[in-house]
């Protein structure tokens, strides 16, 4: 009796292992033709040809994966002899330093101008893109953003800017009819839009604060347009602190947590885009990216995006808006690997291929003449063609500065009762320390 | 009698090539983050010799500091919880029931099942059914995500002590069967019952698994990582960041790979320092009251 | 034929059998069976998680297969928990019996105990950033390479645990098959091996799990998507995964079960392993 049972266990172990190295072959083949997400080494090597090229597109964003493997579809439609494939992963930029420090660079990396990209970027990985043909075909505007991103601000080209987030508020059209209420352009008339919100019954704002990086955008919205011009220059040398010229910040991002929904600090930002695309609430404060989010829980939602109203001079409001991927090419790779990448950049550019990528992100292009029309994102539309826009500030601060955390805490402060006092003077005392600890090398 | 043996050549065969890889793989890497930790090596590029400088540093890093803190006061209510109420368990398990085995089986499943999902799934218990549960309940304290509150480390210790007793459980148990039922019986003669007998007779019989897994689990413990990355991701804040956590958060980003590796040469010291006094004390109390 | 009687005489203890049983149900079973159930719905059934499902989603299953990679992750993953299986405990136990045998008789073996030893207590995070410096150079950032690198680093707790179990097989019986004219490497393939049965069940079922269920070695080490683990798999789709919670699930579910399954037919080899190896120390 125990005998057979073991056996049979054996017998099981012996078939399982048998049937799924079986599978596993099988699959390698069919992955190899259909080119799908998860090509595998074997299968690429088996199938190798003469003078096949392989890429790997690493993107840090896990909202663009469908559309980034359409591209690559397209791309090796019309280079058959260049295989790519996509990386896209949870927490990616902790697991691009992975591979930064093992020297493991993927040929093309799609990421924000941000810190990380400073980080590549200083690295000396990326190769300059300056002297290629398609540089022309991006604004300038936005090249001078990721120039400036640069360790030095040298203006020399590691990453050309293809897409470009609009971060503000977004807003549910019919919950604002339903309450009577217009969109706000300053901020008294943004506490009237939440008072008449409320009276109507309805929740003004979804936060998803158990993701802390979505404890940012309220900061970014204002902190562009509160503190003066200078400070992120200032803060650097040294000759101003964040206590005494964030205190509004703070004071307007507690007043916002206190017409949020109830376990905004349990919400997560997946659980809490699928409750306000089922209308749980009037505004999130969040960027074009979650859009698509939204519309895929429910394609009838009406979402429309305005300017964060930080202040009551109308005319300093500005939608931030910065560097959502931009496109580098790693130098390691060999030279036939470094021209693919750049004909894959090149195919990117293309006016279609750019337009199907805004589309599908709602985000903005930063290829010439690549235009959003799509209605939901038109409160912003306009304001970022008139160059009502200023980038994210903490894409200036230095990398290990870990605003969001800080920005957490003051939340979860707020929840436990913290004095309001107390709290901004406690987070920005911290924001100081903790950006003197990143800022020396 | 002593005399000096000629030890056979294949005995060294049999060792020293694990010995060489093993000297390649762990130790060597070892060596080299102690030496990383006295330069300010980014992990790529050129490095200095900047002394003691990280470790000074470290000392005056907040998040350094409240992730040692925080480190410890989890390790500390983690491995007592698990130890006291496996402890419990197994007396249970041990009692004269029905289905032993079967319930022995199923007490122990928990350490089959990788920390990472069952980390997963009960993120979503704590986010979706329990606040649903509170709710219809009307129990204010369970309406909220526990993992957003002061008290996120409460839900990540409720994982991991459900996870770690399975493997206690079993350990106290087959020491509990060592137990001859013999002495029970002289035991009650002499009045001694439940937690007096417990006390007097039981615990010191099972006093060397007591050491066994509460050094294994301290350790364990102390460099917590899967069920905090998957659970809270070190947050809300830096609340429940473990050093494990901070390391791989930070070391592999932005200049700090020297300092971090400063930061794993502490945490060894540490767990080498709290090892050898759990050894130390927990061996002493068995000696008192065998 | 005593002791017989008196355990008929000593009466079933129903209230603590009826608890345990209650705190199984609750405790054990019941997030089980929220896993399996959540696996099985669609996402418009998730009103009332515990509710059974109207109609099973297989479908769940065939996305979560065909998105994670299934097939390629757990041949990754039954590759590296076999193969390091079958080395660790071969190699492992060698050096163990080398080890216990002449640590009384040369210091050089006395030495490598000790060395062996004390790296049980250097954490892995300590050796983490520079070992992912080195995987890269060597290339062993791989299934293969990680497989070696399990090998190598489970030899603390797995020499501690032989050499334990090997201290308490009398040396007379090595001795006796040296008269006979056995090498010491017969001797340690045909008598000890053999006779060290019980805790290589405890090496190996110890090895399995900890290998199938490591996460953070993966994570760092392997970043190449072919090469990528089950658990490693799990981590990195949850961007992806989203708000589909059934999806997620019944990916979970994909995993645990090869677990499951060898657990439910080996169960009883397994706990006495597991013992095996505290109680012999």
């Known amino acids: 009796m125990m005998k057979g049972k073991k056996f049979l266990a054996l017998g099981l172990v012996v078939a399982m292992t048998g049937s799924m190295i079986a599978g596993c072959g099988g699959s390698s083949g069919s992955n190899g033709d259909s080119n799908s997400a998860g090509g595998t080494e074997t299968a690429a090597k088996d199938e190798k040809q003469g003078g096949e090229v392989e ?7 896990t909202e663009n994966a469908d559309i980034l493997q359409k591209m690559i579809d397209g791309f090796m439609e019309e280079n058959p002899d260049i295989k790519v494939t996509l990386t896209s992963e949870s927490d990616a930029a902790t697991v691009l330093k992975t591979r930064l420090t093992k020297n493991d660079i993927p040929e093309i990396v799609a990421m924000g101008g941000d810190s990380n990209y400073t980080e590549l970027q200083s690295a000396g990985v990326l190769l300059d893109l300056s002297g290629e043909d398609f540089v022309s075909d991006v604004q300038e505007a936005y090249l001078d953003m990721v120039y400036d991103v640069n360790v030095d601000k040298e203006q020399t080209a590691y990453g050309i800017p293809y897409a470009t987030n609009a971060s503000g508020v977004l807003y549910n059209e019919d919950l ?30 979804e936060l998803t604060f158990a993701d802390s990086w979505t404890c940012l955008p309220p900061w970014n919205s204002m902190a562009p347009v509160i503190p003066d011009a200078n400070f992120t220059d200032d803060r650097k040398a040294g000759s101003v602190t964040f206590a005494g010229t964030h205190d509004e910040v703070v004071e307007k991002y507690l007043w916002i947590l206190d017409y949020a929904q109830e376990d905004f600090m349990g919400t997560t930002y997946t659980d809490g885009n699928a409750a306000f695309a089922n209308g749980s609430a009037a505004m999130m404060i969040n960027g074009n990216w979650a859009i698509s989010e939204f519309l895929n829980t429910n394609p009838d939602m009406n979402v429309n995006m305005f300017a964060f109203p930080s202040v009551d001079d109308e005319s300093k409001n500005t ?8 496109l580098a090419v790693s130098n390691q790779g060999t030279d036939e690997q470094q021209e693919a990448a750049k004909e894959f950049i090149r195919y990117a550019l293309k006016p279609e291929v750019a337009q199907s990528y805004i589309d599908d992100q709602f985000a903005f292009s930063a290829v010439n003449g690549v235009e959003q029309t799509n209605e939901t994102v038109s409160g912003v539309a306009k304001d970022i063609a008139n160059g009502k826009v200023s980038n994210f500030p903490d894409h200036y601060y230095p990398n290990g500065f870990d605003l969001s955390t800080i920005l957490q805490q003051c939340a979860l402060n707020k929840v436990n009762g913290m004095d309001n006092a107390e709290n901004i003077s406690e987070t920005l005392t911290s924001c100081d320390e903790q950006y003197d600890v990143a800022n020396v090398e | 009698m002593k005399q000096k043996k000629r030890i056979n050549m ?5 060792v020293v090539p694990m010995a060489v890889l093993f000297f390649c793989f762990h130790t060597l890497p070892f060596l080299q983050g102690v030496f990383y930790s006295f330069t300010d090596w980014k992990g790529y590029g050129d490095w200095n010799f900047v002394g003691l400088r990280n470790y000074l540093h470290i000392f005056k890093d907040k998040n350094v500091i409240s992730a040692y803190l925080f480190t410890l006061q989890f390790a500390v209510c983690a491995t007592i919880l698990v130890n006291v109420l496996s402890l419990v368990l197994a007396c249970a398990l041990n009692a004269k029931i029905k289905c032993r085995n079967f319930l022995k089986a199923v007490f122990f499943l928990p350490y089959m099942l990788g920390t990472l999902i069952i980390s997963y799934v009960f993120k979503y218990i704590f986010s979706n059914v329990v606040p649903a549960i509170g709710k219809a309940l009307g129990i204010a304290s369970l309406s909220v995500n526990i993992l957003g509150t002061n008290h996120a480390w409460i839900g990540v210790l409720v994982v991991t002590i459900w996870q770690s007793m399975a493997f206690n459980t079993l350990i106290y148990l087959s020491g509990l069967q060592t137990v001859d039922r013999d002495l029970y019986e002289a035991a009650a003669l002499d009045g001694a019952t439940g937690m007096k007998r417990f006390l007097k007779i039981t615990f010191p019989l099972i006093a060397p698994f007591f050491t066994i897994n509460m050094v294994l689990s301290g350790k364990n413990f102390l460099m917590a990582f899967d069920q905090f990355i998957a659970m809270t991701n070190g947050g809300p804040g830096t609340a429940t960041t473990t050093i494990s956590v901070l390391i791989y958060k930070k070391g592999f980003s932005g200049g700090q790979f020297a300092y971090q590796s400063a930061n794993a040469v502490l945490l060894f010291i540490v767990v080498v320092l709290i090892s050898v006094f759990q050894l130390r004390v927990l061996e002493k109390r068995e000696e008192k009251v065998s | 034929m005593e002791k017989v009687t008196r355990m008929k005489k000593e009466k079933v203890n129903w209230s603590i059998t009826i608890l345990l049983f209650f705190i199984a149900i609750l405790f054990i079973f019941g997030p089980l069976y929220m896993t399996i159930v959540i696996a099985l719905k669609s996402p418009q059934e998730m009103g009332n998680v515990l509710a059974l499902p109207k109609k099973i989603q297989w479908s769940n299953f065939v996305k979560a297969w065909e998105m994670t990679d299934y097939p390629r992750k757990f041949a990754n993953t039954l590759f590296i928990t076999l193969v390091n299986l079958v080395f660790t405990v071969f190699t492992n136990a060698m050096a163990s019996y080398a080890i216990a045998r002449n640590r009384k008789k040369s210091k050089f073996f006395n030495l490598l105990y000790y060395y062996f030893i004390s790296a049980m207590f250097i954490p892995f995070n300590v050796l983490m950033l520079p070992l992912v410096n080195e995987a890269n150079k060597l290339h062993i950032d791989n299934v293969i390479g990680i497989t070696f690198l399990y090998i190598v680093f489970g030899l603390p707790m797995n020499t501690f645990l032989y050499t334990g179990y090997i201290k308490s097989i009398p040396e007379a019986l090595d001795e006796a098959a040296i008269i006979d004219g056995a090498t010491p490497m017969q001797t340690f393939t045909l008598i000890m091996f053999p006779m060290l049965k019980p805790m290589t069940a405890t090496v190996a079922i110890l090895s399995v799990m900890w290998t199938w269920n490591d996460f953070l070695m993966p994570l760092v080490l392997l970043s190449d998507k072919s090469q990528q683990t089950l658990q490693l798999a799990q981590y990195i789709f949850q961007g992806q995964f989203n708000t589909q919670y059934n999806l997620a699930f019944a990916s979970y579910l994909l995993v645990i079960l090869p677990v499951l399954i060898f657990y439910v037919l080996c169960q009883k080899w397994i706990i006495s392993g597991v013992v095996t190896g505290a109680v012999k120390q």
């Open chain 1, 55 to 61: 890429l790997e597109l690493f993107s840090t964003k």
């Open chain 1, 176 to 205: 604002f009819a339903q309450a009577g209420v217009e969109v706000p352009k300053t901020w008294s008339e943004f506490q009237d839009v939440v008072a008449k919100l409320q009276e109507a019954g309805i929740t003004p704002f």
């Open chain 1, 319 to 326: 939608v931030t808006s910065g560097v959502d991927v931009l």
């Open chain 2, 10 to 14: 294949v005995f060294y065969l049999m």
